[in-house]
């Protein structure tokens, strides 16, 4: 039986892949990596992979957990610095000239290993693995898959359309290629292939029930190398996972199945691409491109498009695998229980910048703590009592300046801090601590915004430059896109100032009348973590919205497109990033890069010095990219840790390991060399963990425990009441001693016989937990600008009615598979939030309320609601098809739709005039719903089209 499809298609490339041997292909790096001009050691290979932490709460009926303060309740949500938006529209793909018929086939020149004219440098090599070469038995046998792929993606003449008779050019422009010792110079070559019909698509469940069939008989790992061959040559439509820039990544295709393919097949991509791209097949997949884009363009946002590419992107998920730290090094937890950290800042001792005197830790809320790794404590300096916390508002950066230990210098004892006050403006202060206790002093204001914050996307990252003379202050757009362009805010800017706040005299806006002096760069959307290189540059993550995650080399001066672009754009103005990797696949739609370090250390393995690490907090992973030693170029990629968490920072200490601080659960740890043997993790489940009356047996168990190494492990329990333990599985009896209730605590230690690991359990006996109830007067779906209301009851078996401060309720905004804070620590029987109308409400977004119950003896029990949101369709036209129109400052052209838009979100539509268009102009009308030329609409509760009219003006022809 003849197989249709997407499947047929997979299969044919795959078994040309094989044919060509091309599943183990490994090429040198066009360039000398910074690490390897340092030292002899070489990191080869790119793991590119991107794995979404399973969110396994969308969606769900409310759920009631019940806990005591020593059980940490499970926690089914996961934290974002950051949102995406999937609403976005893809950029215009245009088609190329089109003018011969023939394929042809030439090789790229020799040293040019991607045949894009980049040459290899002077004595490298190129590694080519030719394990599969024996499958190669007959050279006509290849030919026939190469003609039978080719047939493949070309319609019958009799099929073709009319308009389809010219030509594809599938090539880019040729560069001269330098070349190793004895090799002659070639031209790179251009292909030309036959234009095919419209691409024709088969049903959903065609393909779905094709993959599946493919994988049940082949197994995940049998059908690896035919994946990786897909994802190379899609990576010839898209430009691969992450590039540098310029000629880095292109524009995505917005096809949710290529990009449910290529995030599945991504961890390959790098070792395989620049081989297969001198393939004859290559030459001919890229030549096909713009017919196969514009055919699934066609269907990006059909019902089609959305169904198909969530039923693969689910399923291919389940092949994925990861990779864990590397098992030379260990991530070993300093501070945990910390609540929504969000920035730490190392003060080295005094005298000694190896060694580290203490670790300032900040939380949203306000507070700012102080770990002491001379004995382990962790204090508290300081709660700011003027932060407002919501969403992504609250203290966010902190700094010690690099004066701190110079007597009279005006650094002196001396830390920074950005947060969003009791006001509800963004500011940025120095605290003056105690040079005797180190306790907080005083406070002194440098900047204030002039703007109301929003929920989201405030930045934070505070840091001194290498010279230790200017500091620079990364703030967001604060939801507003526009403000990344306005010289008159300090939203979407780097910052740059000096220890007073005030504008050094070359900061590039410093004469520029109504603008703030402090300006350093701009058009960027969340800059949520920044660092140095050793030759100071500026290296800033910026957070994206629908597509793309950069790492930008920031200049003074420089303009970073957005709102109008993210990730690369060609023939801009703008300056393109260095790195950018795109989203997951739809529905998430997942990434936000949200930690960058440079480790210029020697303490970690000399394969992981001079590289930079940057983390994705929604994906949990961590990379480690090599770039050249001016950083102006991308040399390797590969996944460094793909379980690593929700990390919003990481950072080179005194003493030379990298320490990484995760939102949820709030941790701080550190990652360091395991000296050959990693240490275990301790594990306790206890069953049950209280019950009324004078005594309780409990059930203890240690089996849970693990050792990386598979070491084995011994266990030793420790009780409260003095009693001990060595087995792995105890069962103990306690008893109330005193009339209402007793708590006990149990510890687990556990060894290898080098390294321990402990964790507690809390045993209350003579208590129960209480029994809490959301009422139903929370409504299960809303519209943006609604005010939710929310009421519960409660009892308790041995307290009764409980107070209302007994009752905290938290809400949580939740996108796709990550969420953000909302509003936490509401206390008492009620409570309620206003739903922002901003455009980060998405058809993929929703709330979750919950509630936890403690009573009189610490025993809790938490509940929640989910609520939806309310959405419509809105279409948005022009009346030429040349026309171009914005909607919250994103360019589009023609038309856009929005097929789920959240009911009551604000978005402000502009119409460009006069815009220039073939033999005239644009002139701008007016707008179907009777706005402004640019104007602010409240999406409605029905389906909506706004259109923008347009009149043609042609040119005044010149008569000589």
């Not at 199945?257 to 991504?266: D, F, H, K, S």
Request: with cysteine; hydrophobic share 30%.
């Amino acid at each position: 039986m003849a197989v249709s499809g997407y499947a047929k298609y997979i299969g044919r490339v795959g078994a040309l892949a094989v044919a060509l041997g091309v599943t183990g292909a490994v090429a040198s790096s066009p360039g000398i990596a910074w690490a390897d001009e340092q030292s002899s050691s070489t990191s080869t290979g790119a793991d590119t992979s991107n794995t979404t932490p399973s969110d396994n709460t969308a969606g769900s009926p409310g759920t009631t957990t019940t806990t005591d303060p020593g059980t940490d309740p499970s926690d089914t949500t996961t934290g974002d610095a950051d949102d995406t938006d999937p609403d976005a529209e893809d950029p215009d793909l245009d088609d190329e000239d089109l003018d011969d018929e023939e394929l042809v086939e030439e090789e790229p020149g020799d040293g040019d290993v991607t045949g894009d004219g980049d040459a290899e440098e002077p004595g490298e090599e190129t590694a080519v693995d030719d394990t599969e070469s024996d499958n190669v038995t007959d050279q006509s046998e290849t030919d026939a898959l190469v003609e039978a792929v080719k047939d493949d993606f070309t319609a019958p003449e009799d099929e073709q359309s009319p308009a389809d008779d010219t030509t594809l050019l599938a090539a880019s422009t040729q560069r001269s290629a330098t070349h190793t010792e004895g090799e002659a110079e070639q031209p790179v070559s251009v292909a030309h292939v036959p234009v095919a019909a419209p691409f024709r698509l088969p049903t959903p469940e065609q393909v779905v029930r094709q993959v599946r069939q493919a994988v049940t008989t082949c197994v995940c790992n049998v059908i690896t190398g035919t994946i990786n061959f897909v994802n190379a040559a899609m990576s010839l439509f898209t430009g691969g996972g992450g590039a540098a820039g310029p000629g880095g990544p292109a524009s995505p295709l917005g096809n949710p199945l290529i990009a449910a393919v290529m995030e599945w097949a991504r961890r390959e991509t790098t070792r395989v691409i620049e081989f297969v791209s001198r393939t004859p097949v290559a030459q001919f997949v890229h030549g096909v491109t713009q017919q196969i884009t514009q055919a699934f363009a066609d269907f990006t946002n059909s019902p089609f498009g959305r169904e198909i590419s969530t039923q693969i992107a689910q399923f291919l998920t389940s092949c994925e695998d990861s990779t864990s730290l590397p098992d030379e090094l260990e991530r070993v937890v300093v501070v945990g229980g910390l609540n929504e950290p969000t920035d730490f800042a190392f003060l080295p001792a005094d005298g000694d910048s190896d060694t580290i005197d203490r670790i300032f830790i900040t939380e949203k809320s306000g507070a700012i703590k102080v770990y002491n790794p001379q004995d382990g404590t962790v204090s508290t300096l300081i709660s700011l009592p003027t932060v407002t916390a919501d969403g992504e508002r609250g203290l966010v950066g902190i700094e010690v300046d690099p004066q701190f230990w110079t007597d009279g210098a005006e650094g002196y004892h001396t830390i920074y801090v950005a947060y969003t006050g009791a006001d509800n403006y963004d500011r940025l202060s120095k605290l003056r601590l105690d040079p005797a206790t180190l306790g907080y002093l005083s406070e002194e204001e440098l900047l204030v915004s002039t703007e109301l914050g929003n929920n989201f996307h405030h930045g934070g990252e505070l840091q001194f430059d290498p010279q230790g003379e200017y500091l620079y202050w990364a703030v967001g757009d604060n939801t507003e896109g526009a403000n990344a362009q306005d010289l008159t805010n300090i939203h979407g800017k780097i910052l740059r100032l000096d220890r007073n706040g005030e504008a050094p005299a070359d900061n590039p806006y410093v004469n520029t009348p109504g603008a703030i002096k402090q300006i350093y760069a701009i058009g960027l959307r969340n800059p949520f973590r920044f660092t140095f290189t050793p030759n100071g540059k500026l290296l800033v993550a910026d957070v994206g919205e629908a597509e793309w995650e950069e790492l930008n080399v920031v200049i003074p001066g420089g303009n970073y497109g957005w709102p109008s672009e993210e990730g690369e754009c060609s023939d801009c103005e703008f300056v393109n990033p260095i790195y950018a990797y795109p989203h997951s696949a739809p529905p998430a739609n997942a990434g936000s890069i949200t930690a960058v370090v440079v480790y210029t250390g020697t303490t970690l393995p000399e394969e992981y010095q001079n590289k930079v690490y940057i983390a994705d907090y929604s994906l949990g992973w961590i990379k480690e990219l090599t770039f050249d030693q001016e950083f102006t170029s991308l040399i390797s990629e590969r996944t460094f840790d793909s379980k690593a968490g929700t990390a919003v920072k990481l950072d080179q200490s005194p003493d030379g390991n990298i320490y990484q601080l995760n939102i949820y659960p709030g941790q701080l740890s550190v990652i360091r060399p395991s000296g050959g043997n990693r240490g275990p993790t301790a594990v306790i489940t206890a069953s049950p963990t209280a019950g009324a009356g004078d005594s309780l047996t409990v059930n203890f168990s240690a089996a849970d425990s693990t050792d990386p190494d598979g070491d084995q492990l011994q266990y030793r329990w420790t009780f409260s009441d003095g009693r001990t333990s060595d087995e792995m599985n105890p069962t103990m009896t306690f008893t109330n001693t005193t009339g209402t209730y007793t708590a006990y605590t149990a510890t687990l230690t556990v060894t290898d016989g080098d390294k321990t690991s402990t964790a507690t359990q809390r045993v209350v006996v003579g208590s129960t937990p209480p029994v809490a109830t959301i009422k139903d007067t929370l409504p299960d779906n809303y519209n943006a600008g609604d005010t939710i209301t929310f009421e519960a009851e409660a009892s308790d078996a041995e307290d009764g009615a409980l107070p209302p401060d007994a009752y905290k309720w938290s809400v949580v905004f939740h996108h796709a598979e990550h969420t953000h804070p909302f509003r936490d620590s509401i206390t008492g029987t009620t409570g309620s939030v206003t739903i922002p109308r901003t455009r980060d409400q998405l058809g993929n977004t929703w709330y979750r309320v919950t509630l936890t119950v403690t009573d009189s003896s610490g025993l809790s029990t938490t509940t929640f609601r989910d609520i939806h949101p309310n959405t419509v369709e809105l279409t948005f036209n022009a009346s030429h098809p040349d026309a171009a129109f914005t909607v919250d400052g994103v360019r589009y052209v023609g038309s856009h739709v929005i097929p789920d838009a959240v009911v009551g979100v604000e978005r402000v539509v502009s119409a460009p005039s006069p815009q220039g268009t073939d033999g005239g102009q644009l002139e701008y009308v007016s707008w179907s719903d009777g706005g402004a030329q640019s104007h602010t609409i409240t999406t409605p509760e029905d389906a909506t089209d706004y259109t923008v009219t347009y009149n043609f003006v042609p040119a005044i022809a010149m008569v000589v």
